[in-house]
C-alpha cells in the first residue's frame, strides 16, 4: 500500500489550500482514512478522519475550516483547508488503514507528508 501526498504550499492567512493523497490498493473503498500534522516542536495531532461509509470527524482546531472527503473512484483523499491560520503550520499526513481508528494514529499506512505553511 503506498500513500502519496499533494497540495501543501505557503499562503497567507485566510487563504485555502487542497491537500490530495492517492492511494494505491484494489480495496480502497473499505479503508478508514484520515489526516494528521506535526508542527516542529509539536506532538502529531489527528485532524480529520473518514470511514468507508462516508462518516467524518473533525478535530476542535479545525472544526468549521476544513473538510475531508474522498473519491472512491480515484482511490483518492482530499482535505480541503480554508480560513488558514499560522498555527495551521505542519507537515500534513495522510494515513489509512483497514480498521477505524478514528484521529488516533495507530494506522498501518502513512503518506510521507506534505508541507503547509500559513504566515
Known amino acids: 500500500v503506498q500513500l502519496v501526498e499533494s497540495g501543501g504550499g505557503s499562503v497567507q492567512a485566510g487563504g485555502s489550500l487542497r491537500l490530495s493523497c492517492a492511494a494505491s490498493g484494489r480495496t480502497y473503498s473499505k479503508w478508514c482514512m484520515g489526516w494528521f500534522r506535526q508542527a516542529p516542536g509539536k506532538e502529531h495531532e489527528g485532524v480529520a478522519n473518514?470511514?468507508?461509509?462516508?462518516?467524518?470527524n473533525y478535530a476542535l482546531p479545525v472544526w468549521g475550516r476544513f473538510t475531508i472527503s474522498r473519491d472512491n473512484a480515484k482511490n483518492t483523499l482530499y482535505l480541503q483547508l480554508n480560513s488558514l491560520k499560522p498555527k495551521d503550520t505542519a507537515m500534513y499526513y495522510c494515513?489509512?488503514?483497514?480498521?477505524?481508528?478514528?484521529?488516533?494514529?495507530?494506522?498501518?499506512?502513512w503518506g510521507q507528508g506534505t508541507q503547509v505553511t500559513v504566515s
Open positions: 473518514i470511514d468507508d461509509d462516508g462518516s467524518t
Open positions: 494515513a489509512a488503514d483497514k480498521e477505524y481508528w478514528g484521529l488516533d494514529d495507530d494506522y498501518k499506512y
